[in-house]
């Protein structure tokens, strides 16, 4: 009897150990996914743009590609805008944040510059967008990351 | 006494001990820029996210654009929700925004009653110099009003509750009576409560 007491608790507590391996990379905080900078290198106009993108996130960066970046000066201000496309049928949710930095590589902070939740439907491409309200902005980075909300 | 018969005594400390260490709340500092889904009411998210849509869509408007440092008034945003919402915190943020961004200059209506005062102490205390005195009758007149209402649509059933927001804003100009500019955001954001627990 008190085998099968023992092999049952066993069994639960392996259980639970396998619940919470489920559970826990649903859980787990995710990192910045991908980063991509978009710098004016044409004068003005903004055409020419220095791209980069780095991968840090795996698991979303197999689902959403950053597949052009764009910036251009609407009077003073930077906007920049950044295509993204979800390579698979499923909805993906995500967030995204522009950071902007000035010619000497010197952050230009705004107090509008906040993670923002977004969806992509399945295979769906879309411009994400945002303006930096200084001027002196000549570059943006746009990071994208997996849900990473504050909740209960 | 024998060893051993503190046993339940020990057991009892050691029980207490991790009740306490498991209950004791933790104070953290956190992301402000991070997005909250604490509750499905409106919250920092959706604050930053309309604050962010009316800046980027007026700095780049021909209202804006084409003026010279034009002079705009904060009107309060009528909330037509059935929730309190500190809309004050809404046109705070945007004005800060458009303040630092150098493109416009506001007028400071809620401290109008303030600025009579020291105006009329500079002016009738006595205790002044005349020569730094302000004169009144300098102040700066608007050229623009910016006013705008938040409403909402609530349905719940059963376990999924669906919150739609929209914000419209207006830049109304003082001379002419027209709307120059306008803009809208719309949030929608729901909850489905779990079978079990809340």
Not at chain 1, 17 to 36: D, E, I, Q, Y
Not at chain 1, 81 to 109: C, I, Q
Request: aromatic share 6%.
């Amino acid at each position: 009897m008190r085998i099968k007491t023992g092999i049952g608790l066993k069994a639960v507590s392996m259980l639970l150990l396998a619940l919470m391996g489920l559970l826990s990379p649903a859980c787990a905080p995710t990192t910045t996914s991908n980063v991509a900078v978009g710098q004016i290198t044409d004068g003005e106009e903004g055409q020419g743009l220095e791209k980069d993108y780095i991968i840090k996130d795996k698991a979303l960066a197999g689902r959403i590609d950053v597949l052009d970046v764009k910036a251009r000066l609407t009077g003073k201000f930077l906007e920049g805008l950044a295509m993204v496309h979800n390579r698979k049928k499923r909805t993906v949710d995500f967030e995204y944040k522009f950071a902007w930095f000035d010619d000497s590589g010197f952050p230009v902070e705004s107090n509008v510059s906040h993670w923002t939740p977004d969806r992509l439907y399945g295979k769906e491409s879309r411009w994400i967008r945002a303006l930096c309200p200084k001027p002196g902005a000549t570059g943006f980075k746009v990071m994208i990351r997996a849900p990473h909300p504050i909740e209960r | 006494m024998k060893p051993g018969t503190n046993a339940p005594a020990l057991v009892l400390v050691l029980v207490l001990a991790c009740c306490t260490c498991g209950c004791r709340s933790k104070v953290r500092y956190g992301d402000a820029t991070a997005v909250e889904t604490v509750t499905e009411d409106f919250g920092s998210t959706d604050l930053q996210m309309i604050a962010k849509k009316m800046v980027d869509s007026l700095l780049t408007s021909p209202a804006i654009r084409q003026s010279h440092r034009p002079v705009l008034l904060v009107s309060s945003i009528k909330n037509k929700t059935a929730e309190h919402i500190d809309t004050k915190a809404i046109t705070d943020k945007i004005r800060t925004t458009l303040i630092q961004s150098g493109k416009v200059q506001f007028t400071a209506a809620e401290t109008r009653p303030e600025i009579a005062d020291e105006l009329a102490y500079q002016r009738d205390s006595g205790y002044v110099d005349q020569a730094t005195r302000k004169e009144a009758g300098r102040q700066v007149g608007a050229d623009f009003l910016l006013t705008g209402e938040i409403t909402s649509i609530t349905k719940e059933r059963d376990r999924l509750k669906d919150v739609y927001y929209k914000i419209t804003m207006n830049l109304v100009n003082l001379e002419t009576g027209l709307i120059d500019w306008a803009e809208e955001k719309e949030i929608r954001k729901d909850r489905k409560r779990p079978l079990v627990g809340w």
